[in-house]
């Protein structure tokens, strides 16, 4: 029976909001192992003074199992 860990990360890019949800994910998997969901829960922008976005933000929960003795 495997457990299952949520974290809640923020990814952020200049080309739009799924970019921002693959930096989230690809930062989480340089530090963590075994990634098996991903769950965007909200959506943001930075907006420059000539009312463009100029960063997308993109708030993510994912999931990771716990390793548990002979498999850490």
Do not use: C
């Amino acid at each position: 029976m495997a457990t299952v860990k949520i974290i809640e990360v923020i990814g952020s890019s200049e080309h739009g909001w799924e970019d921002a949800v693959h930096n989230a994910v690809k930062s989480a998997a340089k530090t963590l192992r075994q990634l098996v969901g991903a769950d965007v829960q909200s959506w943001t922008a930075k907006i420059g003074p000539d009312g463009q976005i100029t960063e997308y933000h993109a708030t993510v929960k994912i999931a990771f199992k716990v390793l548990e003795g002979d498999e850490a």
